[in-house]
């Protein structure tokens, strides 16, 4: 019994020993805290200024890599405005079924699509993130085809 007891208390001595930091790193994990404040984005276009909010995924995080990125973007079916990158992004496409004002989403691997008005749709998009507040949107977009920039906040 004894000997038995001596063993358990060493491999909890051992356990703890080799779990402890591991806790400690993951509960004060710095890139977690950083990356929660690079998701945010600022989306100009012409001299009016929206925030957005990147989404925690593959595709959005890679599509923050190339930023500051300014694109002119093209009208498209009256409800959204698109641009193509230059480099291909990692995706991961679902059909939303439902496009929400302010979605910034890629079509395929390298379309980025910006929508300015709500729709029902049957295409698939990876999902990169959302205008934050989407009053005036349709406005600052207009009936052409604008400049977007696209750029980090506080960086």
Known sequence: MKITTVFLFYIICILSF???????????????HENANQLKIKITIGNKKFDAT???NETALAFKKYLPLEMKMI?????????ELKNRLPTNPSYPRKIQIGDLMLYGDQTLVLFYKSFTTSYSYSSIGKID?????????????PVVKFELVNQ
């Open 54 to 56: 990147l989404l925690d």
């Open 75 to 83: 009208e498209l079916n009256d409800n959204e405005k698109y641009g």
């Open 133 to 145: 507040n989407v009053e005036g949107l349709e406005d600052a977009l207009g009936s052409g085809n």
């Open 18 to 32: 080799v779990l402890n930091p591991i806790i400690f790193r993951a509960k004060n994990n710095p890139m977690k």
